[in-house]
Every structure is written in C-alpha cells, then in structure tokens.
C-alpha cells in the first residue's frame, strides 16, 4: 500500500513563498510521474505542475513563471517552490504520484 505524504503548506502573505513537499510512504516505491494539483471549494480540482522521472516539467499557465517543481531522488521527495504568490494561489495542493496515489492535501492560504 502506498501512502502520499504532503507538508509544507500554510498561511503567507502576498508575493511571499512556500515549498511543499511530497513523498510516498509504506512500499518502496519511485514514481515516474510526479503531479500538483490545487483544489477551491466550488470549483474543479486544476492542474498546477508535473514532472516525470526524465526530467521533464510542466506547469499550469497561471502558475508558469513563479512556480518551480522539482525531485529530490535521495530523498524520493518532489518538490514545488511556489514565489509570488497571489490571493488566487489559495487552495487546498494535492500531490498525485504515477497519476493513481493522491495525497490528503495541504492547504496553502496568500492574504492580501
């Protein structure tokens, strides 16, 4: 069985940053494809950023350019660097492994 621990999320102030963290717990287990997607009560779950195990990266257009995800292999950690974050970047981040395991969300709050 594998878990997804998520970390890092909590309050911040606008135009500041956060990193989340996430890891997958019990089996071993090395995702290939690494997902963040962000979720606002009321509307659909987005896609944020995602990166595959060659390396490859891509981002959600409103995220493109402050947002930076990342691995650490070490670790068996994925990474999102979140910079000046906006009002709109609150929501509740769920990280997504090899597009089965989801984790329980960390929610991330940018006040104005």
């Known amino acids: 069985q594998v878990q997804v621990v998520e970390s890092g999320g909590g309050l911040v102030q606008v135009g500041g940053s956060l990193r989340l963290s996430c890891a997958p717990s019990?089996?071993?287990?090395?995702?290939?494809?690494m997902d963040w997607f962000r979720e606002v009560p009321g509307k659909g779950r987005e896609f944020v950023a995602g990166?595959?195990?060659?390396?490859?990266?891509r981002y959600g257009d409103s995220v493109r350019g402050r947002f930076t995800i990342s691995r650490d292999d070490g670790k068996n950690t994925v990474y999102l660097q979140m910079n000046s974050l906006k009002p709109e970047d609150t929501a509740v981040y769920y990280c997504n492994l090899d597009q089965v395991f989801w984790g329980q969300g960390t929610q991330v709050t940018v006040s104005s």
């Open positions: 019990g089996r071993t287990f090395t995702p290939y494809f």
């Open positions: 990166l595959t195990g060659k390396g490859a990266t």
